[in-house]
């Protein structure tokens, strides 16, 4: 096995020295509840395996990367930084809230906090610092992309009224005035029928003389 450690870069360096740090510091008593001393496997139940999962991780990127083995796609170096961050909000959350230890008769001890705990979490935060460093500055650019982007919305066609834009009011004309009315036809009476006062002959409108006797019409 082709294992160098010249290979490794400083974060590398940095994420595996704590890793291995971590490890041991786990053995180490983090909670005093005055009769007995517990250490980190014994006190922190589900959080001690994710730490196991953090030290596995950093130590096995390290592993690969001294020995000049690919792991394919997997941002190594990204994953060791997660599992660092996540590691050491785990153990800080321990720390302001410590763990306590039911026992008879509800009786419930609280846990004081030993130096193992202090260690550990300067150890889980080295592992945090050495994956940041290791992905060259880039692990949370790298952690954006890998969130989904949301795609932007299409812009409004040309002309068409901004979002949420009342549309203007149609414009109403007032309707056009009626027609007048058309004017009645003038009833004409009709002329009165005029004789001759001497002959009794019907004279014509207009007739100055009667055309039987000659007589002159009356006016």
């Given at each position: 096995?082709?294992?160098?450690?010249?290979?490794?870069?400083?974060?590398?360096?940095?994420?595996?020295?704590?890793?291995?740090?971590?490890?041991?510091?786990?053995?180490?008593?983090?909670?005093?509840?005055?009769?007995?001393?517990?250490?980190?496997?014994?006190?922190?139940?589900?959080?001690?395996?994710?730490?196991?999962?953090?030290?596995?991780?950093?130590?096995?990127?390290?592993?690969?990367?001294?020995?000049?083995r690919?792991?394919?796609?997997?941002?190594?170096?990204?994953?060791?930084?997660?599992?660092?961050?996540?590691?050491?909000?785990?153990?800080?959350?321990?720390?302001?809230?410590?763990?306590?230890?039911?026992?008879?008769?509800?009786?419930?001890?609280?846990?004081?906090?030993?130096?193992?705990?202090?260690?550990?979490?300067?150890?889980?935060?080295?592992?945090?610092?050495?994956?940041?460093?290791?992905?060259?500055?880039?692990?949370?650019?790298?952690?954006?992309?890998?969130?989904?982007?949301?795609?932007?919305?299409?812009?409004?066609?040309?002309?068409?009224?901004?979002?949420?834009?009342?549309?203007?009011a149609?414009?109403?004309?007032?309707?056009?005035?009626?027609?007048?009315?058309?004017?009645?036809?003038?009833?004409?009476?009709?002329?009165?029928?005029?004789?001759?006062?001497?002959?009794?002959?019907?004279?014509?409108?207009?007739?100055?003389?009667?055309s039987?006797?000659?007589?002159?019409?009356?006016?």
């Open positions: 096995m082709d294992l160098k450690l010249q290979r490794l870069e400083n974060g590398e360096r940095i994420y595996a020295g704590s890793a291995a740090a971590l490890f041991v510091c786990m053995f180490f008593g983090w909670f005093n509840f005055g009769f007995d001393t517990d250490n980190a496997w014994e006190s922190l139940h589900f959080i001690s395996p994710l730490l196991a999962i953090a030290i596995a991780a950093a130590l096995g990127a390290a592993f690969m990367k001294a020995s000049d690919s792991v394919g796609d997997i941002p190594s170096a990204s994953v060791v930084f997660v599992l660092g961050c996540l590691s050491t909000l785990l153990i800080l959350f321990r720390l302001i809230d410590p763990v306590s230890l039911s026992g008879a008769e509800g009786f419930q001890a609280n846990g004081s906090v030993e130096a193992g705990l202090f260690l550990g979490l300067l150890a889980a935060a080295g592992i945090a610092v050495g994956g940041y460093l290791a992905t060259g500055g880039t692990a949370l650019d790298q952690l954006k992309e890998l969130l989904p982007k949301q795609q932007p919305a299409p812009p409004p066609p040309v002309g068409a009224p901004p979002l949420g834009a009342r549309p203007p149609a414009s109403q004309s007032p309707p056009p005035p009626p027609p007048p009315p058309a004017p009645a036809p003038v009833s004409q009476a009709p002329a009165a029928t005029a004789f001759c006062e001497e002959c009794g002959a019907k004279l014509a409108d207009g007739d100055r003389f009667c039987e006797c000659g007589r002159p019409r009356d006016s």
